[in-house]
């Protein structure tokens, strides 16, 4: 099977519906329906983060985050004092994560192995890059945009957990053939893990999209999130430079000096975010 025979196999696939979740994933995705009904209780939370390790360790990580501990606050040590700190919508948002990150886990080629490490970090720094950008720049809530950054490379993240099995898949691509399916495949994996429309539909957008001005929606927030994220995508096409920011059109809304000094602010935000994403 070439290249071209194996995305039309795999995106036929994904039409149809036939996604397959590695069997950690349905486990993070139980642990996430869970936390999804209203009737939860803190306790049943707790017990439900402690039957996930990764989970545990990035919960009680994200807690000591600058974004959750500004106020330099005793080092949390356990899973239920970081629960409280950090809230249920972050848990989901780690949830999430895991979900995502599992998709990685039964990659078996080195080089591929290494792409799936790559586009994690990519992706917990737009994670934490579009909480800090939803707040002080689009105003979207700040909860939903760091939720919408954790999946936003799903379609990715599926297509190198089945890269194995069609070697060279996702050699360099001219040709774009990898942008259609994962176009394909995304929509079904977002449809998959029950991903509300207003956040896959940004998702969605992002590869064609443009900024809209002023920078107001979602979609714009994951846009500047991939723009100033220092770690890119190993997937897709490489894109031209951008310009000098000054030099830009994203000046008339924020100038020059006012991005320094958010991106400034918001180092340690983003740094200590992504670090807690990436346990």
Known sequence: MNRLEAFGYIAAQAARGE??????????????????????????????????????????????????????DSTITNVRAAVMRVGYRSLQTLVSSLVVRQFGSRIVDPGLRAKAQQLWEHTAHVAALSQVIAKRITFVNPDTA?????????????????????????????????????EVVSREVLKKLCVPAQV???????????????PSTLLDTLLLANLFSPVPSPLGSKKDPMPEHADSVLDFIVDDATLKSILQESAADV?????????
């Not at 996604?19 to 209780?41: E, G, K, M």
């Not at 740094?271 to 346990?279: D, E, N, Q, R």
């Open 19 to 72: 996604i397959t979740l590695p069997t950690s994933v349905n486990a993070a995705l139980r642990l996430q329906l869970a936390l999804d009904n209203p009737d939860c209780h803190l306790e049943d939370a707790i017990k439900l983060v402690l039957g996930e390790p990764q989970l545990a360790a990035r919960t009680v990580a994200l807690a000591n985050s600058a974004a959750f501990n500004r106020d330099s």
């Open 146 to 182: 760091m939720f919408a950054a954790i999946v936003h490379e799903v379609g990715g993240f599926y297509l190198l957990s089945r890269a194995d099995e069609f070697p060279g898949l996702l050699d360099d691509d001219p040709e774009k053939w990898a942008e259609l399916c994962e």
């Open 200 to 214: 896959s539909d940004a998702v969605l957008g992002v590869r064609d999209a443009w900024l809209t001005m002023p």
């Open 271 to 279: 740094k200590s975010m992504s670090a807690a994403l990436l346990v």
